[in-house]
Nanobody, 120 residues
Framework: QVQLVESGGGLAQAGGSLRVSCAASGSIASIGGMGWYRQAPGKQRERVATISNTGRTNYVDSVKGRFTISRDNAKNTVHLQMNSLKPEDTAVYFC??????????????WGQGTLVTVSS
């Protein structure tokens, strides 16, 4: 039905930058909210940033001023630009989208996750 494919991530040094992207494909009529979540080893998944279909953004306090979420509605994609990275940003990052399918179904869809590792 609907798949999310993530790209980007990888290894960066503290103070560096990385960008992760997520593209949706399938039977999509519209997409509402989009977001990025992360899960560090031994910790629960946490919300990092979200963006509404009107462009309103929200960030967890720990990334404010360093991370920027953006979306391209024409391409059904969401990006997370991560600057001034810290070792504590190391985690698997997951994208999330609220999708309405062409059949009128509402789905909450998750990406497979992409690993971001920040070395000190």
């Amino acid at each position: 039905q609907v798949q999310l494919v993530e790209s980007g991530g990888g290894l960066a040094q503290a103070g560096g930058s990385l960008r992760v992207s997520c593209a949706a494909s399938g039977s999509i009529a519209s997409i509402g909210g989009m977001g990025w979540y992360r899960q560090a080893p031994g910790k629960q998944r946490e919300r990092v940033a979200t963006i509404s279909n009107t462009g309103r953004t929200n960030y967890v306090d720990s990334v404010k001023g360093r991370f920027t979420i953006s979306r391209d509605n024409a391409k059904n994609t969401v990006h997370l630009q991560m600057n001034s990275l810290k070792p504590e940003d190391t985690a698997v990052y997951f994208c999330n989208m609220q999708v309405v399918t062409n059949a009128g179904r509402y789905l909450e869809v998750w990406g497979q996750g992409t690993l971001v590792t920040v070395s000190s």
